[in-house]
């Protein structure tokens, strides 16, 4: 069975960081790219960032450019994804997802964990 | 990158069909074959439910079904059952941004 668990979130203060991880299992990790999809309280899906299977291509939304890192670690079948200046509006619920392709970065996610609530409070 | 547009709510009894648009620009939806919708219950992570505008992957049920005219995509849900009750959401390839899907606001369905 395809299973994605994430974990890290928190409590953090405005400017702090946090590091999320998402540990994969069921499948050949490091042949998909993966993905981290947010979703503030109440609201809905924002994507994040991407990953290619190798690790070698990353993307981000311009709302996180330059603070969030994504990565990946295909020995260990674990996407992270290290939050810096957190900010109130980074406060979501943070979702990793696979691609739903092999060896592309492509345009749906399927699964997706059950995500990590981020929580940006003083 | 803008979002797509969805309508906030649709309803509808059990056994009758609705349909859920999402409507972008030509640099999305209408010029890619590359929309996708996912099913999310409260407190659940969401689920896909049909990619490239119209394909279902394996165990989604084919009272599910998706179309696109133009720049608008939509939804179907046939014989409406309790459960189809949740929150609907298109996405799409974008050519727009770096990062290459766009997501809609959502759609909250309401099984009557």
């Known amino acids: 069975e395809v299973q994605l668990v994430e974990s890290g979130g928190g409590l953090v203060q405005p400017g702090g960081s946090l590091r999320l991880s998402c540990a994969a299992s069921?499948?050949?990790?490091?042949?998909?790219?993966m993905h981290w999809v947010r979703q503030a309280p109440g609201k809905g899906l924002e994507y994040v960032s991407a990953?290619?299977?190798?690790?070698?291509?990353?993307y981000y939304a311009n709302s996180v450019k330059g603070r969030f890192t994504i990565s990946r670690d295909n020995s260990k079948n674990t996407l992270y994804l290290q939050m810096g200046s957190l900010r109130a509006e980074d406060m979501a619920v943070y979702y990793c997802?696979?691609?739903?392709?092999?060896?592309?970065?492509?345009?749906?996610?399927?699964?997706w964990g059950q995500g990590t609530l981020v929580t940006v409070s003083s | 990158q803008s979002a797509l547009t969805q309508p906030a709510s649709v309803s509808g009894s059990p056994g009758q069909s609705i349909t859920i648009s999402c409507t972008g620009t030509?640099?999305?939806?209408?010029?890619?074959?590359?929309v996708s919708w996912y099913q999310q219950h409260p407190g659940k992570a969401p689920k896909l439910m049909i990619y490239?505008?119209?394909n279902r992957p394996s165990g989604v049920s084919n009272r599910f079904s998706g179309s696109k005219s133009g720049n608008t995509a939509s939804l179907t849900i046939s014989g409406l059952q309790a459960e189809d009750e949740a929150d609907y959401y298109c996405?799409?390839?974008?050519?727009?941004?770096?990062?290459?899907?766009?997501f809609g606001g959502g759609t909250k369905l309401t099984v009557l």
């Open positions: 069921g499948f050949t990790f490091s042949s998909y790219a």
């Open positions: 997802a696979r691609d739903g392709q092999q060896l592309v970065v492509g345009y749906w996610f399927d699964p």
């Open positions: 996405s799409s390839y974008t050519s727009s941004s770096t990062l290459h899907v766009v």
């Open positions: 030509s640099s999305d939806v209408g010029g890619y074959n590359y």
């Open positions: 990953i290619s299977s190798n690790g070698g291509s990353t």
């Open positions: 490239d505008v119209s």
